[in-house]
């Protein structure tokens, strides 16, 4: 009987119904709720592209599929245009339902809020933390307050000028024995024709498994080393999940798990041989000159296993592709740029000669090559997309003056560096001298002679307290790679097409069909010194 009433048509429909009306209502109750939340901050809300369940998911759906074609940078641009014109500086708004709004923004202004003035409002979130507990645990990357400042404690003294200064490292995965000798494979004459990207990434892998571990994956030689490819596999699935948002959990997770799993059985046996070392010897260790590593300095302070795997695995995320992007990108202009990659080759041969390892002192004196690596980082920040919590409800500033954008906490503030720093409207047209400078989307190395970026319109590793601590590990180990193959090679020319290349975002920006090119090996020979 019951089973019949349940089941009848009219009551089917009339429950329905109801559900329908009850949904609209708690809906609306909520949405007001949500606005009168908004006003409370002072501010008001930043023009709306999607204001409902059915455009906010389709916005979001629109994003995921302009990921899956490698468009992500025109969607992007045009959330900003569809908005204009906007007395708020470049933002809008997505919101999906009341609790999950999404705010877009490229002004250089609201990035410095969030970073600095009001860091504690914003971070990353608990949402954040949850979608990458699996990968990356509670580690220096997924954590806010006293989680984050004590993993930060732990991990800055290995990036002291000292450590980073010893460049042994460097020479061995770059050298000779590493991807020189990689590169000198890619053809039996003075040509040498490679996938550069690719022997970047395996390099920037053994160079940052060695500085954390003691020990490389070996990458270089054994590309398909099962670590590598589960290291890379989970990093792209963790992007989906992150990018999805609320749809993440349409995603399977069975490769994601299996990767996790191969990236422990790496690490671990490291870390149980780095804790079966009595305290004493990891202090007996930290003053000799070789064998430290970023490992046992963490170690000396927690005995937990899991606390030292995840602050690795978040160290060698932070540490690995974002380098191999960036020196990808560089020599992709450089092969674009035959005039800059003459005149840096010219610094090079100048500062250290054809054969001579360069010391830190001679890297750092190296303007031009400088002045190439901000240019890459401008045009291309390794992570080009980023996003903070709301974690209480604040305002970002309002650049035309008058009331900010309300932000209420839970709200999701997505900012776009890549997007920022190639914006026309942050650039002037004329420079110091009062001549013309390049267009902002012109790689020109030049322009750092005579313009300098204004505070927080060139932000590539962030700013305030969670500057990429592993700032100048990067900028050393980028310049000594670009100076040990300019030393051997005189010229470069990129195989590929240029116009099917295009940036492809993951976490972090890389071009999206590689960096196949060649190298032509310098004939000459210097009276009195070696090729
Ligand atoms: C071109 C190279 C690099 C760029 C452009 C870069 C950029 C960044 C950016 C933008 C962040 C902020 C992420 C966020 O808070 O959401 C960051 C954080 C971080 N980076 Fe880098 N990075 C680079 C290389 C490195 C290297 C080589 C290491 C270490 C070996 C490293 C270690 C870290 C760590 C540990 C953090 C987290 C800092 C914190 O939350 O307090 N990075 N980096």
Redesign the pocket.
């Known amino acids: 009987m019951l089973t019949q009433i349940s089941l009848s048509a009219p009551n089917l429909a009339l429950g329905t119904a109801v559900f329908l009306v009850l949904s609209v209502v708690y809906y609306l109750i909520q949405y007001t709720r949500h606005e009168l939340r908004i006003r409370k901050t002072g501010g008001v809300r930043a023009p709306v592209l999607a204001g409902n369940p059915i455009t906010g998911t389709l916005w979001l759906l629109y994003c995921a599929r302009a990921q899956m074609k490698h468009t992500l940078t025109e969607y992007f641009e045009s959330m900003f245009s569809r908005a204009k014109p906007s007395h708020f500086g470049d933002i809008v708004e997505l919101q999906v339902r009341p609790g999950q709004r999404y705010l877009i923004t490229r002004d250089p202004d609201h990035i410095k809020t969030i970073l600095t003035s009001k860091f504690t409002s914003f971070g990353k979130g608990q949402q954040f933390h949850e979608l990458w507990r699996p990968f990356l645990g509670d580690s ?2 997924t954590t806010d307050g006293s989680l ?1 400042h004590d993993s ?1 404690s732990l ?1 800055r003294p290995m990036f002291i000028k000292d450590r980073v200064s010893d460049l042994h490292t460097f020479e061995r995965w770059v050298g000779q024995d590493g991807l020189l000798g990689k590169i000198a494979e890619g053809g039996a004459g003075p040509v040498k024709e490679v996938e550069l990207m690719d022997l970047l990434y395996r390099m920037t892998l053994d160079v ?1 498994t060695d500085f954390l571990l003691g020990a490389a994956v070996g990458s270089l030689d054994n590309p398909r080393a099962e670590f590598a490819e589960a290291f890379n596999e989970v990093q792209s699935i963790q992007t989906y999940l992150t990018m999805l948002g609320p749809l993440e959990s349409l995603i399977p997770r069975r490769r994601y798990h299996r990767g996790i799993r191969a990236i422990d059985r790496f690490v671990m046996p490291y870390i149980d041989a780095a804790l079966a070392l009595p305290h004493d010897e990891l202090e007996k260790l930290e003053n000799s000159d070789r064998g430290f590593t970023f490992l046992h300095s963490i170690a000396r302070y927690t005995r937990d296993p899991r606390v030292l795997r995840d602050q690795i695995v ?2 060698l995320l ?2 690995r592709d ?2 191999a992007a ?1 020196l990808s990108w560089a020599f992709l202009e450089l092969s674009r740029h035959p005039d800059a990659f003459q005149r840096l080759r010219r610094e090079v041969i100048d500062a250290v000669g054809r054969s001579r390892a360069p010391t830190y002192d001679d890297l750092k004196g190296m303007v031009y090559l400088r002045h190439v690596l901000n240019e890459t ?1 401008r045009l291309y ?3 080009p997309y ?1 996003l903070r919590t709301a974690l209480e409800d604040a305002t970002l500033p309002n650049p035309a003056g008058g009331p900010g954008v309300g932000v209420v906490e839970g709200d999701t503030v997505v900012y776009s560096t890549f997007s920022m720093q190639r914006c026309p409207s942050l650039y002037p047209r004329i420079d110091d001298r009062g001549e013309p400078l390049p267009e902002p989307a012109v790689f020109a190395p030049e322009r750092w002679e005579v313009w300098t970026p204004r505070a927080w319109n060139y932000v ?3 700013g305030g307290p ?1 500057i ?4 100048n ?2 900028l050393t ?2 310049a000594y790679c670009v100076v040990r193959i300019l030393q051997k090679y005189d010229r470069l020319e990129y195989c590929g097409d240029w116009d099917a290349q295009y940036h492809e975002a993951e976490i972090v920006g890389r071009p999206g069909k590689g960096v196949r090119v060649r190298l032509w090996e310098e004939h000459v020979q210097i009276a009195g010194e070696e090729k």
């Open positions: 220096i990357f984050w930060r991990i940052t978040a160290v932070a540490g974002t380098t960036t980082l920040p390794a992570v980023n590539p590793f962030n969670r990429c601590v592993g700032q590990f990067a180990e980028m």
